[in-house]
């Protein structure tokens, strides 16, 4: 096979990145048609001149037949080789993700009638949702050719919805609604049709065999990966999205989970779209951002309050594509985490990894006004990390400060297929033989996320930072806190808390409970702030915690984490409504779910009013 040059390359990947896959890419076309009708434009001219005319129309027929059959044909044939030379095979699991399978849609609501306890009175009516993969086809896969190996990564899997509808009747009788639906973008519409694996794994394994994989990707269907929209959910203006941060946002039937297509901004945004945009506080208007393999590498967008017009766009000028996967706001800034988790076309033309973290790379935090532009951006240099989630950014005189779960280690692009156990993680985030995780607490020995806090002088320049939380505690990710306070001073914040001993066995995040932290409270040990745990069941862990805030409630805590859980033990799911004031105690109200709910990534409560359709 022959493959191109690296310039050529470079050129086709203009609109891709591993997290990206809204491609501009389209075949040539000619410049005719068939629907240009030569004989009604020319009915002026001579009739002499007709018959010629009707010969030129009759030839450009054929040609555009011509054409079609061709294409039809190379199609045919592409899809004979891959056939031919790649194998698809199941990614293998551990045997102790009993909750990483995918489901099927139950097609019809189903009324849950099995509650134990008593969903509060305050508690709003609404709806709660988590995105998470369900792949297609029975599970991920990787592929054998005569190029090697190629694989997905763990995040990887076709975006499905999981929600729960609270509504409530005059006498105030609660009625609880479970549904699920598979994100119903482009590419899973394309693998759908054809009914059998089709996208080839091009995101790491053998370098020969991804970079075939990609080619090969770009040129039958247009990208080198599927779009699969399964990592978080938000609302703006009224309107629900589902979103995974290599596409677009796909607007989400309320109702009937069912995808409406991308969301563009009226076609003013033609890139990859974060899985976590920011509202501004005061104004309303939502934070974006996107990331590329080639030039621009990352830009932001600034959208209007009514979700219609894009207001302001910036090309940050970087001089690499960071994977950074959240962006941050205060009342006059957005700040952009700029770690040394890169994508690099380059590396993988090289015969290295198109995804790495770089643990001696360069580390910083931009802050930008938010409608400046390249040259206003304040660069602050941190110590290297590798930061995913924020828990919240704002403003304190002089300087900004940012809460996120920093780790020095990358779980992405995570392990290889088959590989054993610690295998891919650092040397350095091994345990000590004989000892469990909870023992490695050094500062190196950090792989797992612990809540983290920046602060940024924008007077001065000047860089204060530190762990909030005392090595003792739990490792702690996908931070949560009350929205209303985005971007604004917060006293409170909650995680999902990581459980030691299942991720050593599996090497991936599992969570079995889950954290508030009081971010102005110290506790006893020096320098740490004050930590609750609610931790479940043996055997039980969580996804998708979300805070659902108290109708009328007066303090930040006022509220509640909805989340769903899987008991191992006995396959059962159940969502858990906790209260945030009493954080320390049994949930009150255990929901049991009509199906598992497999693992997944973020969650949402979005109440009646915000939706405007329930």
């Not at 005061?282 to 996107?290: K, Q, S």
Request: with cysteine.
């Amino acid at each position: 096979m022959c493959f191109p040059e690296e310039k050529e390359i470079k050129m086709a990947c203009y609109y891709y990145v591993p997290f990206q896959g809204h491609c501009s890419f389209r075949n040539p076309t000619l410049s005719f048609s068939l629907n240009f009708n030569f004989i009604n434009t020319t009915h002026h001219l001579a009739s002499s001149f007709k018959p010629f005319l009707r010969e030129l129309e009759q030839h450009v027929f054929r040609v555009d037949v011509l054409k079609a059959a061709v294409k039809n044909t190379s199609v045919k044939l592409l899809d004979a080789f891959v056939d031919s030379a790649f194998q698809f095979v199941d990614y293998p699991l551990n045997p102790s993700q009993t909750n990483a399978a995918p489901v099927d849609e139950i097609k019809e609501a189903a009324v849950i009638t099995n509650i134990h306890g008593d969903i509060p009175s305050e508690f709003p009516q609404g709806i709660y949702i988590r995105n998470g993969p369900n792949p297609l086809f029975g599970g991920l896969k990787s592929t054998k050719s005569v190029f090697g190996e190629s694989g997905p990564i763990w995040v990887e899997g076709e975006g499905m919805l999981h929600a729960l509808y609270f509504s409530k009747d005059i006498n105030g009788n609660w009625t609880v609604v479970y549904n699920n639906r598979h994100v119903e973008t482009d590419t899973f519409k394309l693998e759908k049709l054809r009914n059998k694996p089709s996208f080839l794994p091009a995101i790491q394994g053998d370098p020969l065999a991804v970079f075939t994989s990609f080619l090969l990707n770009l040129v039958r269907f247009g990208k080198p990966l599927k779009n699969i929209s399964n990592t978080n959910v938000f609302e703006h203006s009224g309107k629900l999205y589902s979103i995974a941060e290599n596409n677009l946002p796909q607007e989400i039937d309320v109702l009937t989970l069912e995808a409406l297509g991308d969301w563009d901004v009226n076609g003013a945004w033609n890139r990859s779209f974060t899985a976590h945009p920011k509202r501004v506080p005061g104004t309303g208007e939502l934070v974006t951002m996107g990331i590329a393999a080639t030039k621009p590498f990352v830009e932001v967008g600034v959208i209007s309050a009514d979700g219609k017009e894009l207001v302001h766009k910036l090309d940050l000028k970087l001089d690499r594509c960071p994977l950074c996967h959240e962006v941050g706001v205060t009342k006059r800034y957005i700040v952009f985490m700029d770690c040394p988790l890169a994508v690099d076309v380059n590396r993988i033309i090289h015969g290295g990894k198109l995804i790495k973290y770089e643990s001696e790379g360069n580390a910083r935090i931009g802050i930008m006004p938010c409608y400046g532009d390249a040259g206003s951006i304040h660069w602050f240099k941190v110590k290297p990390n590798c930061t995913f989630h924020i828990f919240n950014c704002f403003e304190d005189g002089d300087e900004v400060v940012v809460w996120g779960c920093r780790t020095l280690a990358s779980a992405i692009p995570g392990p290889d297929p088959g590989s054993k156990e610690f295998a891919w993680f650092p040397t350095k985030s091994k345990p000590a033989p004989g000892k469990p995780f909870e023992d490695a607490i050094s500062e190196d020995q950090l792989l797992f996320h612990r809540p983290y806090e920046w602060r940024l002088n924008v007077r001065t320049g000047d860089v204060k930072e530190r762990n909030v939380i005392g090595a003792n505690n739990f490792p702690m990710e996908f931070p949560i806190i009350n929205g209303a306070f985005t971007g604004l001073k917060n006293k409170y914040g909650y995680t999902q808390v990581c459980h030691c001993d299942s991720i050593s066995s599996t090497g991936m995040g599992r969570f079995g409970g889950l954290a508030k932290l009081f971010f102005e409270e110290q506790n006893t040990e020096e320098g740490s702030i004050k930590v609750e745990y609610h931790m479940f069941e043996r055997n039980t862990y969580c996804s998708g915690a979300a805070f659902v805030r108290k109708e009328g409630g007066a303090e930040e805590d006022d509220g509640w984490i909805i989340t769903f859980v899987h008991h191992e033990d006995t396959n059962i799911c159940q969502a858990y409504i906790i209260d945030t004031k009493n954080f320390l105690n049994e949930p009150v109200a255990k929901i049991t779910l009509p199906c598992r709910v497999p693992d997944g990534f973020h969650g949402a409560f979005m109440p009646n009013q915000l939706l405007n359709k329930i």
